[in-house]
């Protein structure tokens, strides 16, 4: 089973197969037109903190669902999901330190959790696609490339973040991709660069910081994209007792369609 023969299947139906442990892989090309979305979840007393970096830091942080404390049942985005068990692979941090990356989260839930759930690049994919331009990690079915830049975050709290990260795809039609993107504001939106990637403190593609390394052919032009994996580096910086994460590129596949985020 690859990316490829779940691309048409409904996100109900590959949710399912993520809660039974048969798909354990990154989400991207899954449920095509479906928006995807990252997750973070948080103890309440520092979850006000967190919606307020949200607030203050919406290109790489748009968010689409808060969960009620104590509830891991998503209701907006994809009614009665279980946010403990449809994600392919979650993150600890503990004290800002990664602990461990597992398969379900039941066994760490607390009571006082909330859970955020934030628009995912994942999302225009098919936008992307069916104006002819290329989605790399898709065609070589492996994780998107992020990368740390020298771009910095507002703070918020005791979410004192300095830099953000990206997801890099590449496209020749670097213009159009970013016509295109600029339409879908809620999942990231248009790139914030493209072309040289030392202008944003990113010294090799081939190394990226999470995920995979994607080529680069000839005559292309590296695009980036605000990445929600920056509420990670927002968790490690501040270092809570306990955070949980989506792993890079394991998104939870909502109900929605991208259409609902896109402006016409």
């Known amino acids: 089973m690859n990316e490829l023969s779940l691309a048409d299947r409904t996100p109900s139906e590959v949710r399912a197969l993520i809660r039974n442990g048969v798909w354990a892989r990154p989400t991207s090309g899954l449920s095509n037109g479906y928006a995807q979305a990252n997750l973070v979840i948080l103890p309440q007393n520092i979850a006000y903190d967190f919606l307020l970096f949200c607030q203050r830091n919406p290109k790489p942080c748009p968010l689409l669902e808060v969960l009620d404390t104590g509830s891991p049942f998503v ?21 800002g330190e990664l602990s461990e990356e597992v398969a379900t989260i039941g066994d760490y ?15 225009f ?57 600029s339409r879908y504001p809620s999942v990231h939106g248009a790139p914030i660069h493209f072309g040289n990637p030392a202008q944003i403190g990113i010294s090799d593609l081939a190394h990226p910081d999470f995920g995979d390394p994607v080529p680069i052919r000839d005559g292309e032009i590296p695009v980036f994209w605000a990445c929600g994996v920056t509420p990670q580096a927002a968790v490690m910086n501040s270092k809570p007792e306990i ?11 909502t109900d929605q369609k991208d259409t609902a985020y896109s402006i016409l």
């Open 75 to 95: 209701k907006q985005l994809a009614n009665g999901a279980d946010i403990r068990t449809d994600i392919p692979k979650y993150r600890i941090y503990r004290h």
């Open 243 to 253: 955070a949980i994460t989506h792993a890079p590129g394991h998104m939870f596949i």
């Open 125 to 181: 994919e098919q936008a992307l696609l069916e104006n002819n331009l290329p989605v790399r990690q898709i065609e070589e079915q492996c994780n998107v490339p992020m990368y740390r830049t020298n771009i910095a975050c507002a703070p918020a709290g005791v979410f004192p973040v300095r830099r953000r990260q990206y997801a890099a795809d590449d496209g020749k039609q670097a213009i159009r991709a970013v016509q295109v993107t």
């Open 109 to 123: 839930w607390q009571e006082d959790f909330v859970s955020f759930l934030i628009g995912c690049s994942f999302s």
